[in-house]
């Protein structure tokens, strides 16, 4: 009756904690894609304006260096999608089991030191 009570406690916790990063995750994304539109725009500025100023090695740094930023953050909201799923899946595995008929005794220790 204890162990299903704090199995219980703590798979509530953990779809608190759930519950709190999927926000956290849902405003980033947010912010981010806010973030990636104003790259996205620059780097098609400074790819215009290369075309006009092909002697320009400042246009060209910008766009690769903007350009690499945009794949960064689409690498960090791929992370933080895969740290939710491993979440999800670590909170599904602490659901307490639903048991049907006779209640099974924990099992035993055999590795009892003597």
Known sequence: ???EII???LFLAGMLSLGAAI?????MMIKSDSREDFYRMKWETAMRDNAYKEESVKYREEAWRLRVE???SE???LKD???TCELMQALESLRPKQTTGAATPPPT???INK
Do not use: F
């Open 1 to 3: 009756m204890e162990s």
């Open 7 to 9: 199995a219980s406690a």
């Open 23 to 27: 926000y956290a995750g849902i405003r």
């Open 70 to 72: 945009l794949q960064l």
């Open 75 to 77: 690498c960090r909201r």
């Open 81 to 83: 999608y895969l740290y």
């Open 109 to 111: 220790h055999k590795h």
